[in-house]
């Protein structure tokens, strides 16, 4: 069988990945895809976890963490496309009339 | 090598590589596509977890739902179907060396740690997971407060969109 | 079948977000009137902020201890409403002013306020995560309520993809406390902990304190926060500066000093590294900036940096509950200051996205005596000139800090306040000694809002020992 370790290295590995790819990528699309990869690898470490100490309370963790999922790529992906709409582009240095 | 090794390796180099694919594509529709494919591997583990309707969840909300209105968006910004210009800024190597060293402090602290060596057990026969699973999601014992206020959540998430998508009269 | 005491340890919650329900129905019938549907949304606030009074020194746990109810949330959930009701008023105008006034404005607000009660009580890691994406994903779309500018639209943007990235964090950390600690509920990990001391709790708790320091604006984690601040429609930033805040800061209280105690040591040098900095740079930046809502954005960061200051000696019996006392306190102080501040920016900002600057503010005071000498006060109770509340705040806040053995973060604190005299003064110098023309909004709601926020800075740090009662009451033992 496989030590759930080795399940907790991927999953951290592939957090490394979502969170680099939202820091270094400049499309909000991308990003928010690369967020994507951070929950899942959030998710795949609590049902290592939750299997591993034999209670449930982590799947339904990971159960409530796509339901917020759902959720928050609602709302984000009608900004994307508003914003598309109304600039036709979404890239974010373009998407820049607030100074940082 | 077990098949159960077998299999976690191959789903991890797909995760892994897909992965990669969607944080350095440039193509748009190709990264929507990578992403089902890392969010199916992560499925395929759930699955060799003992979390059958976790990974059923995932396919079918995750995949069919999340992923499929990313492909939505993407066609519906599709004049940036390819992300033209500079596709990593300009702090990029920075952030990729704390991302790095972020990666090699997670992974030295889980090597190093051996609460976790041993396997998954498997369920003994006769257990209804999924029954245990639905009964913890409703009762008031266990989890119905965060499910209801999910729900709550997800109400108002709606009205948010569709509020944000609405196209008003006299707007073009 | 849940049990009476379920329900009364949440009615707040559970009233207001019938209410809001309620309210998203009833909208669709006041089709021209949603100046009503804001004096429902304020009467359901009102009566939320009765039966929260009415608890007042009760304590009970429900759901299977999922949420509590004690001093401290009955503290935080008064505030928050209050907050609320301040973020109602200030928009009632504001809305009408841009051409933005749809009830859904209203409606998200409750939801948010709704998310941010059921944070201060939740005592499961669970409820914590949906409480805050309750608060927050309300907070996104009122950010880019305002779609006929684009600066609003890219301000919800921005937030939306920094509070989803540092959402990443906050589950990720949970997931490593879970892996540690084979629990979610609070106090089973203080139980689990306290046996076992390791490294992944350590890592876990570290990414949870990521997760709500973007939620609180703490530096390093602040980058959103002048853009979002100066892009979101002005009545969206007063009430998201402040809610946002105690929200973020009482779940960060709760989780850590309920759950994590066995780790303070670690966790303490952390929190004093991020107070120190946030202290600085947000007091620093402020000086360089025009434009009075990204200004006011440092502040905020500056005094998150301040309110993080109280929480450093969280682990420590002996000191926490005097310095935790004094940081809720200052929590109370800045939500009046800040809405009374912005209620102020509300007045002079035009239709057309004109009277933002510093330079705006030129000669207020021979045009508007009442709404200078209010500003005045405000400018002067955030950097913590006596007589303000913000003095006061401040004086038990370093005392606090002096007393718990962290004499050199309280000398950073005040050089750091010395430091954002030199940005406050300036406006208040604009005001009083400049020439200037501006045009100002007057309106009912809008007047009574900074009237009242003036006010009461005054009053209460006249005679705080009552207030400051109360949030010692509201410490968590």
């Not at chain 1, 994507?36 to 049902?47: F, G, S």
């Not at chain 2, 594509?25 to 059958?52: D, E, M, Y």
């Amino acid at each position: 069988m496989v030590p759930v370790n080795y399940y907790i290295i991927l999953s951290a590995i592939l957090f490394t990945l979502g969170a680099l790819g939202v820091l270094v990528r400049r499309n909000p699309l991308i990003m928010f895809m690369s967020i994507e990869l951070m929950l899942n690898a959030a998710n795949l470490a609590m049902v290592a976890f939750s299997s591993v100490n034999h209670s449930f309370s982590g799947q339904i963790f990971v159960f409530f963490v796509i339901a917020v999922a759902a959720a928050e790529v609602a709302v984000g992906l009608a900004l994307i496309v508003q914003i598309f709409k109304s600039k036709h582009t979404i890239n974010v240095d373009d998407v820049n009339s607030l100074k940082g | 090598m077990t098949a159960a090794q077998i299999i976690f390796l191959i789903t991890a180099a797909v995760i892994l590589g897909s992965a990669f694919m969607v944080v350095t594509t440039k193509n748009l529709v190709h990264a929507a596509l990578w992403l089902i494919v890392t969010l199916f591997g992560a499925a395929v583990l759930f699955a060799t977890l003992n979390a059958g309707f976790i990974a059923v969840v995932q396919v079918v909300i995750y995949i069919g739902a999340i992923a499929i209105l990313f492909i939505f968006a993407v066609m519906l910004t599709r004049r940036s179907m390819t992300d033209t210009g500079p596709g990593l800024n300009r702090g990029w190597w920075l952030s990729a060396a704390i991302a790095l060293l972020t990666f090699g402090g997670l992974v030295w602290l889980v090597s190093g740690w051996g609460g976790f060596t041993k396997a998954a057990p498997a369920y003994p026969s006769g257990f209804d997971a999924v029954a245990a699973l639905a009964h913890a999601l409703v009762s008031p014992e266990a989890f119905v407060l965060p499910f209801e206020v999910a729900s709550v959540l997800l109400l108002a998430a709606l009205v948010g969109a569709v509020y944000i998508a609405f196209q008003r009269k006299g707007e073009e | 079948m849940p049990q009476p005491q379920d329900y009364q340890t949440l009615l707040p919650v559970i009233v207001l977000a019938v209410w809001a329900c309620a309210l998203l129905l009833l909208d669709s019938f006041l089709i021209q009137r949603k100046g009503l549907t804001a004096c429902l949304a304020a009467a359901g606030l009102a009566i939320t902020l009765g039966l929260t009074l009415s608890q007042i020194g009760r304590s009970s746990s429900g759901f299977s201890g999922m949420v509590v109810l004690d001093g401290f949330s009955t503290f935080i959930n008064a505030l928050q409403l209050v907050s609320g009701l301040l973020g109602v008023a200030l928009a009632y105008a504001y809305v009408k002013r841009m051409g933005i006034e749809r009830g859904e404005y209203y409606t998200l607000l409750l939801f948010s306020v709704v998310g941010m009660m059921l944070m201060a009580q939740a005592t499961d890691l669970i409820v914590v995560f949906i409480a805050l994406e309750m608060l927050s994903i309300p907070l996104y779309v009122l950010a880019a309520f305002n779609r006929t500018q684009a600066a609003s639209e890219e301000a919800g943007l921005k937030y939306f993809l920094l509070g989803a990235f540092s959402t990443g964090f906050l589950v990720y950390g949970i997931t490593l406390v879970y892996g540690a600690t084979a629990s979610t509920n609070l106090s089973a990990i203080f139980a689990a902990a306290s046996s076992t001391s390791n490294l992944l709790l350590t890592i876990g708790a570290a990414l949870i304190l990521v997760g709500f320091g973007f939620k609180v604006a703490v530096v390093p984690f602040h980058m959103w926060t002048p853009d979002v601040y100066q892009g979101a429609p002005t009545a969206v930033t007063g009430f998201m500066s402040s809610g946002a805040k105690i929200a973020g800061f009482a779940a960060l209280l709760r989780v850590f000093a309920t759950a994590f105690p066995a780790i303070a040591a670690d966790m303490t040098d952390i929190l004093w590294a991020l107070a120190a900095v946030t202290m600085i740079l947000g007091n620093l930046v402020a000086i360089s900036q025009t434009d009075i809502k990204r200004m006011l954005a440092y502040s905020s960061i500056a005094h998150a940096g301040y309110i993080l200051m109280a929480f450093v000696p969280y682990g420590n019996p002996a000191v926490a509950p005097v310095s935790i006392a004094a940081g809720l306190f200052y929590l109370a102080a800045y939500v009046i200051t800040n809405f009374g501040a912005w209620g102020v920016v509300i007045a002079l900002e035009q239709p057309d996205g004109k009277g933002l600057q510093i330079s705006d503010y030129s000669g207020l005071f021979w045009r508007k005596r009442g709404l200078a000498v209010a500003m005045t006060v405000f400018m002067l109770s955030l950097i913590g000139f006596p007589p303000t509340i913000g003095m006061v705040g401040k004086f038990y806040l370093f005392r606090a800090i002096i007393d718990g053995g962290f004499t050199g973060l309280a000398i950073i604190g005040v050089i750091a306040s010395l430091v954002s005299a030199f940005y406050y003064l300036r406006v208040v110098v604009n005001m009083f000694m400049r020439e200037g023309e501006q045009k100002i909004e007057r309106e009912f709601w809008l007047d009574l809002t900074w009237g009242a926020a003036a006010f009461l800075t005054v009053a209460i740090s006249l005679a705080p020992g009552w207030l400051f009662y109360l949030a010692s009451a509201a410490g968590l033992r």
